[in-house]
C-alpha cells in the first residue's frame, strides 16, 4: 500500500493515501473536489491537474486522505458516482514514474565513442 506518515498538532501519526481522481469534468475545481471527499473523512489536499500551457484541465486529479481506511472508504463510496454530469474513476494513486528520463541515462551530452 502506498501510503506515508503524517504527524498531527497532536503529535499523533497517521497514515495517508494518495487517490487517483479520473473522468472529471473540466469545469471542476480543487475546491469541489475537496467538497465532496471531505464527505468521507479529512482531506489533505485536493488537486485538480491543469495544462501548464493553456490552464486547462486535463480531466483528472489527485486527492491525498490523512486517514488510510477513510481513502479506502472514499474509493469505494465515490468511484462511479456522477459529479457535474460525469460519473468519476477513484482508485489508490500508483507512485510516480520519472518521464524525464524517458528510460535512458542521464548524461551532460558529451558522449564518447570508440570506433
Known amino acids: 500500500m502506498d501510503a506515508s506518515d503524517i504527524k498531527s498538532k497532536e503529535g499523533i501519526k497517521h497514515m495517508a493515501m494518495k487517490l487517483y481522481v479520473g473522468g472529471l469534468a473540466y469545469a471542476v475545481t480543487d475546491q469541489e473536489l475537496e467538497q465532496l471527499f471531505a464527505e468521507q473523512g479529512k482531506v489533505v489536499s485536493a488537486t485538480v491537474i491543469k495544462d501548464r500551457d493553456s490552464g486547462q484541465s486535463k480531466g483528472f486529479g489527485f486527492v491525498e486522505m490523512e486517514d488510510i481506511k477513510e481513502a479506502q472508504n472514499a474509493i ?20 510516480q514514474v520519472d518521464r524525464h528520463s524517458g528510460g535512458r541515462p542521464q548524461g551532460n551530452g558529451n558522449f564518447r565513442r570508440s570506433y
Not at 469505494?76 to 507512485?95: D, F, H, T
Open 76 to 95: 469505494k463510496e465515490l468511484n462511479g458516482k456522477e459529479l457535474n454530469g460525469r460519473a468519476i474513476m477513484v482508485n489508490q494513486a500508483r507512485p
